[in-house]
């Protein structure tokens, strides 16, 4: 039995949107005014015959069909264009001509070009017909002529500037959603490193420390409470900075932020400042760590600071789960214009027993961190043996509202 599949449904006509309403709003308002225009014209003139029931309803008929301007430009252009020239030389309307300048702007916003100069050709011929009698008794003078001509000229010009604004608007707003989505998928990205750095380097910590324990449990209780005391400790801090990135996410009506979110405070364990209690708990966890500095720190900028912070828990992390080192060496080098950051260990690069295994998304980050500041970042085997990371990142000013 062959299944039918279902008929695709019609656009909905009811509810009305807003467009369609004030096009309906439009089209009666014209209407209206085309009618009761024709008919104070038609009481001013007493010596001319008033307006007939074909041109009421013409000009009924191409008011309304302005409802349909936007999807059908041309064909409302054409009805309109028919309705006045019939509405006025045989119903005559002195009004007919409002629902076409209507139309004809519609049609000139969607670029119907063949449309718009065909119906400017027949209104100009119509109104001087025939051309060659202009200026004879009974006919156009050359100056009423030339003034429709100007006068034609003049409301193309008209709709195709307001055509051309209305582009340019919908332009530039359609640069702000681009730019929207775009600092939108750079704040998701930002979010997924600060979250990959907090996870990675504080789930290592706390493996490493219940291996620790788990092994010392029966033959040296003191040193596995001191492990478990760790884990508490890690688990705390990791706590709070996840609070801290997530935290962001359950903002509303907030700009996304540029830099990186500075979590509790740059006070409290994240940014340069924090590095003791890194260096802690990286030496509780079997890593000794080497701090070594050249340069005066100075006033960072907060970006600054805790990109590099970020960048030298992601590299010791790297160390303490894949490298097998014992030993770490951390270098700050801070100059005029930039910090230079090193951290080398003297691993094997071999993993560690743990079995954790790495997706190299660890380097990526570092990489997009110094490069989001226009700084680089090179990272890879020494030489002699073990693994170097090295980050460049400028250092401008503090003072102008980083910090």
Known sequence: MVKMSPLPRAPALWPPTGRSLTDAAIAVAVTGLSLTGSAAAASWHHDEPSMNITAILLLIAAGLSLTARRRYPAAVLGVTMVAALVSESAGHARMAWLPVIVAFFAAVRARRRVAVLTSLVIGYLVAV????LIGGRGHASAASALGLLCGLLVLLSVAELLRAA???RLAAQRIREQERLRLASEERMRIARDLHDVVAHNISVINVQANTALHLADREPERA????????????????ELRSVLGILRADGEVAPRAPAPGPGLGVGLGLDGLATLVSNMSAAGLEVLLETEGSPGLLPESVDLAAYRIIQEALTNSARHSGAARATVRLRYRATELE???????????????LAGTGSGIIGMTDRAQALGGHLTAGPRPGGGFLVTAVLPTPSADRGDR
């Not at 017909?129 to 060659?132: G, I, N, T």
């Not at 409470?225 to 709070?240: E, H, W, Y």
């Not at 950051?341 to 079995?355: F, L, M």
Request: proline letters at 11%.
């Open 166 to 168: 209305t582009e340019r």
């Open 225 to 240: 409470k001191q492990a478990l005391a760790t884990i508490n400790d890690v688990s705390r801090q990791a706590l709070t």
């Open 341 to 355: 950051v090193e951290v080398e260990d003297e691993g094997t690069g071999d993993p560690k027993p743990s079995g």
């Open 129 to 132: 017909w025939p051309p060659w």
